[in-house]
């Protein structure tokens, strides 16, 4: 699929994974809708970019359906979706002092890894479904899960279970839609320089980046960015799950 012209949304595109996908699409054309609940990075970066951006929480149902909504009112319907919001927590399912991991912490990394990723997920493609097609597909779907889906840390057993969840979708999803012609592709980073990561403490980065076979380094966004590019151009790309990782295979810690 060509980029120039055509709408897009990407969740969690103001800073991070997401903000360099965002950059990316605007840079080849695409008229960008960006997702997310910080709303002054949000306007910012849709500002830096020419894009629009729209205050979404990925697990909120309303939510979800009117930020879908405005962005078609702005755009027109979008053809690609590139879901990147999420959140990390570092919690043992029981701690040094014998307490239960909080179930309500649990909840809250899979409602919006998981249950947030579906949710845009199936009322994109529910108005994706009653376009025209271009050339032989409609659209695009690309999500973002982890290598932790494989090799899940110490005290990442929320995060991990939320982004084995977005692995293990991803086929039925795909099968699911491609009588519509809408692919589903996972990419699933290892270590990344985010937001997200820049707040673990430093013995953490250190160790992680150590196990990183090459480049021993963390990943840049923008190579998070060239990934998504290379999936909207490759229409056999669908019902995958891509490492993009440096061969790294994560220790327990």
């Known amino acids: 699929m060509e980029m120039k012209g055509v709408a897009a949304i990407v969740t969690g595109g103001a800073s991070g994974l997401g903000g360099a996908t965002a950059t990316m699409l605007a840079a080849a054309g695409a008229r960008v809708a960006i997702f997310d609940l910080d709303q002054a990075a949000g306007e910012a970066h849709a500002a830096t970019i020419g894009g629009r951006f729209f205050k979404v ?3 909120g149902d309303a939510s979800v359906a009117e930020g879908v909504a405005a962005a078609e009112a702005a755009h027109g319907p979008a053809r690609v979706l590139v ?4 959140i990390a927590i570092g919690v ?7 307490q239960a991991h909080p179930l309500d912490q649990f909840r809250r990394v899979i409602e919006i890894n998981l249950i947030g990723t579906f949710n845009v997920i199936a009322k994109f493609a529910a108005r994706l479904s009653s376009c ?5 597909e409609r659209g695009v779907i690309i999500n973002t899960a982890s290598v932790s889906a ?11 279970s939320s982004k084995g969840g977005v692995v293990g979708m991803t086929l039925p999803i795909a099968r699911d839609l491609a009588h519509l012609g809408i692919r589903v592709v996972t990419t699933a980073p290892g270590a990344f320089w ?8 430093e013995d953490l980065k250190k160790s992680v980046v150590s196990q990183v076979p090459f480049p021993s ?4 966004p923008e190579e998070f960015a060239m990934l998504v590019a290379s999936i909207i151009a490759n229409p056999m790309l669908n019902g995958e799950v891509i490492r993009l990782d440096g061969a790294v295979r994560l220790g327990p810690s």
Do not use: H, I, W
């Not at 879901?83 to 999420?86: F, K, L, M, Q």
């Not at 025209?132 to 032989?136: H, K, N, S, V």
């Not at 494989?150 to 991990?160: E, I, K, L, R, T």
């Not at 985010?194 to 403490?201: H, Q």
């Open 92 to 98: 043992m399912t029981v701690d040094a002092k014998g």
């Open 83 to 86: 879901n990147c919001a999420g």
């Open 194 to 201: 985010t937001p997200m990561v820049s707040g673990l403490p």
């Open 57 to 59: 929480d990925v697990a």
């Open 150 to 160: 494989y090799d899940g840390m110490v005290g990442q057993a929320a995060y991990a």
């Open 132 to 136: 025209e097609p271009l050339g032989e």
């Open 217 to 220: 380094r963390f990943g840049k």
